[in-house]
């Protein structure tokens, strides 16, 4: 492998580690993050500076005590996974694969990431267009894109500090209208592709911070060192010792969805906030474009506020000692219902409601709160709610595998000759992971488990 020179390291000093003088900001998991004059300039810009605000995983506190941790020290350790990338990558490469100005736009692009994310983070994402077309929330990447084009502190100090053009910026993190050059093709595969270093941070900090293990068997060191490009610069590869390395990423995924991520209870939290928020878009009480500046706290009083019952009632329920949450009323796997060993009527609910677009649920859960209301339930319109977890989720597992001697594609990891974990991680994350769940206030639910014939 070559070494970067030094007059090339020159032209960008944060991957040499801390400038003189300035201190290393500390993070947990990720330790000393080294700084420059340059970077605490982008640091403070107020668009990262939100983020301390906006929690990484947005209401899983209710669950995890400790999942309190921010989108701020996720970017910052996003940034330093994406520093020892290049490093990794460029003795093998050389400067003229990832020249000075790309790897400057990279580093800045890893910090930036996710200043688009709504509060309470992909909670409010997940809502998709409503039929009176009051509610039109971007992708986080594609609002990262119009803040930073559009934010004078963020263009500022990309332009006079960095001596970058926003936009290249801006383009390496906008998933859906990437860069059409190579370069920026390839810069774009490092920040979003299968192993990048937004995934190897937020698997292990939420493992972390949540207190559970399953992010820890990530053996991130042996990645970088075993990580390349494939021969045509089109993706990122392992060679074939980096392959054990990869099913340790792909294994921490799975349980941090099944177990941290989709937890029932998590998951009955965040579709409360997201009917609130939904009822307070669509009824009047708040118009999308107040969401885009506020912090977690700042959006909850807001919706506390918002001129709708169903919004107060719900906000209410998720702000009050000892967690007045919706309940389980009945749940199952893909596998559970095709099994048809689920009650008829349940099974039957169940099944259209996780084929039914957001939307279909909520009017499939008033309907069925009217019916049963009708029978004797004392239920609001808003007393059922659906919630399904992985629509649309997909378990990464291909990658790349190098040959041992000419650097070529010699398969993947969905090969079952080069990984037996993988493709049978996915196949089971489809039908045991991914779960739709039928929900309740705690205080009617015995009641409408009779109604609906569930023992």
């Known amino acids: 492998m070559r070494p970067i020179p030094d007059t090339w390291l020159r032209r960008v000093p944060e991957l040499g580690g801390v400038e003189e003088g300035l201190p290393p900001i500390r993070v947990p998991l990720t330790g000393n993050v080294g700084t420059s004059t340059r970077l605490r300039a982008l640091i403070d810009t107020r668009p990262l500076q939100r983020l301390r ?45 990832l020249d000075p100005e790309a790897c400057a736009t990279f580093l800045c692009a890893a910090l ?18 409503d039929p009176e077309g ?7 990447d594609a609002r990262a894109r119009s803040i930073i084009l559009q934010d004078e502190g963020v263009v500022a100090v990309l332009r006079d500090a960095w001596g970058l053009d926003p936009e290249r910026v801006a383009a390496v993190i906008d998933e859906e209208h990437p860069p059409d050059d190579a370069m920026g093709r390839r810069l774009a595969e490092m920040l979003a592709g299968a192993l990048n270093p937004d995934r190897l941070d937020y698997l292990q900090r939420d493992s972390n911070h949540v207190g559970v293990p399953y992010g820890r068997v990530i053996d991130s060191e042996r990645l970088l060192q075993a990580v390349d490009f494939t021969e045509d610069g089109s993706a990122l590869a392992v060679t074939p010792k980096g392959v054990s390395a990869v ?10 969805y099944r177990e941290v991520y989709w937890h029932h209870t998590v998951r009955a939290a965040q579709a409360m906030l997201k009917r609130a928020a939904a009822d307070a878009m669509r009824l009047g009480g708040l118009t999308q ?27 209410a329920r998720l702000s009050a000692p000892g967690r007045q949450l919706y309940r389980r009323v009945a749940d199952a796997t893909l596998a559970e219902i ?56 997909e378990l990464f597992f291909e990658v790349p595998v190098l040959d041992r001697f000419g650097g070529r594609v010699a398969g993947t990891t969905a090969d079952p000759s080069i990984s037996l974990v993988a493709p049978n991680l996915s196949r089971n994350f489809d039908r045991q992971a991914k779960r739709v769940q039928l929900l309740a206030p705690a205080e009617r639910l015995e009641d409408v488990r009779r109604a609906l014939g569930i023992r």
């Open 53 to 97: 605000g906006v929690r990484q995983l947005g209401l899983a506190s209710v669950v995890y005590p400790g999942a309190t941790h921010t989108r701020f020290e996720h970017s910052l350790g996003t940034y330093e996974l994406a520093r020892r990338l290049l490093l990794n990558l460029l003795p093998r490469r050389g400067a003229e694969f």
């Open 112 to 129: 930036l990431h996710d200043v688009g994310h709504y509060p309470f983070s992909h909670t409010l994402e997940d809502l998709p267009p």
């Open 134 to 140: 009051r509610i039109r929330i971007q992708r986080h």
């Open 247 to 256: 099913e340790t990423i792909i294994f921490a995924s799975y349980l941090m």
């Open 289 to 315: 474009e107040e969401w885009i500046d506020l912090d977690d706290a700042q959006a909850l009083s807001r919706l506390a506020e918002a001129p709708v019952a169903s919004t107060r009632e719900l906000v």
């Open 338 to 393: 095709e099994s048809g060993k689920l009650p008829r009527s349940v099974g039957e609910l169940l099944a259209q409601a996780l084929d039914a677009g957001y939307w279909e649920q909520q009017a499939l859960a008033e309907d069925t709160a009217r019916a049963l209301r009708a029978a004797g339930v004392d239920l609001p319109d808003h007393g059922l709610l659906f919630d399904v977890a992985g629509r649309g989720k």
